[in-house]
């Protein structure tokens, strides 16, 4: 059970947030990680709905969750803590060789190639909610979106995994996908949509997800 | 002179685009690592306007450039082949501790914090410009640009650089700052046009610039 008060490992998080973000929060990443690899880790849960303390933005430059530091090193973005657990554990990220370096194309395309047009659709339909522009911007953006998703569904043909074996890769992607969960966009991309059942069929994601929520559920009202 | 027909280091770009996208295409990024250290490569250039042939996409799945091979490893999206390129160099990144993982995340925080929320300016003045419902939104995407352009502000403070020294991540970031280079939104922020001004004024991205308009002039009507 990584979830640990007196681990040295620390990464952020929030104690309360809207329903909708209950599970897509990104320290999802990195607890899913440690829990891969069995790693203990403790939390540090802030009010999402307040402003975070200039001290936070000396770690964290953007006010976001996870930020990460274990002792050796403190760093942010989910994507470069990934990279950091990975080059410690080969079990997340391949040591070298093609297999490496595929897993961090994949790594990457799934924050800058995916990401991005998930979110445009996910801060339409929640952020925008109400804007009279923002249904009629909508076609566009899930179009853009099921494009990425046409070509994720062609480079995964019957591969389980993006690079050959589970990695931060599938981490990344898997939860990318989930940002679309209140809509039906990626069931239309069966090979997709098996893909994300299978990454959040594993235990280590489970136990990310159950804890998370936990952390979450600390700041509601009593 | 990095570029040279002969060399064994191969990066894919495109041969003609609309003008705006002259100069912000993102085989820039890798062209102009290249050149700070020196090390030749060949381009491959496609139509941009034409589909990628499937051979094509089993080296890039999105259809994207750049795509890189130097008969080691092939891999895809910028900000992987930036970090392999940094992993053979500490000019570009440092080889251990603090400043690597420093680099790292502002890397990715170019890619997956920045870029995409500028990146939805350029989608709605460029490519739905003369939808009804583009200038509506684009206030809401100019404020969320803004709140991403400050943290950086405040983040560079008087550095130079974003990780110490002239690192990957500054490739990364000036090149993203650059695709709001039809707005003024990035001269709102002086610490950050300044930065971005440094980053354009080093040798090494002249040189990888004036390699990639001439590659987009050749596919040109004669």
Not at 73 to 78: D, H, I, N, Y
Not at 114 to 130: A, N, R, S
Request: hydrophobic fraction near 45%; charged fraction near 25%.
């Amino acid at each position: 059970m990584p979830l640990d008060p007196a681990a040295e490992t620390v990464v952020t998080g929030f104690r309360n947030t809207p329903e909708f973000a209950h599970g897509i929060v990104r320290d999802i990443r990195i607890r899913w990680a440690l829990e891969e690899i069995g790693r203990p880790y403790r939390t540090e849960l802030y009010d999402a709905m307040k402003p975070r303390a200039d001290e936070y933005l000396q770690w964290q430059p953007f006010g976001q969750v996870p930020a990460f530091a274990d002792g050796k090193v403190r760093l942010f973005e989910s994507g470069a803590i990934l990279l950091y657990l990975g080059e410690q554990d080969e079990r997340l990220l391949p040591a070298a060789g093609q297999r490496r370096w595929d897993t961090t194309a994949w790594l990457i395309a799934a924050l800058n190639s995916v990401e991005p047009m998930l979110m445009q659709i996910v801060t339409l339909d929640i952020f925008y909610v109400g804007k009279p522009w923002a249904a009629d911007a909508r076609p566009s953006a899930v179009a853009l979106a099921e494009q990425r998703l046409a070509r994720l569904a062609d480079a995964l043909g019957d591969k389980d995994w993006l690079a050959g074996r589970f990695t931060i890769a599938d981490i990344a992607m898997v939860t990318v996908l989930r940002n679309l969960r209140h809509t039906e966009i990626v069931a239309g991309f069966p090979a997709v949509a098996a893909y994300q059942a299978r990454g959040e069929a594993r235990p280590a994601f489970s136990q990310a997800l159950a804890d998370q929520i936990a952390g979450l559920k600390q700041g509601e009202p009593a």
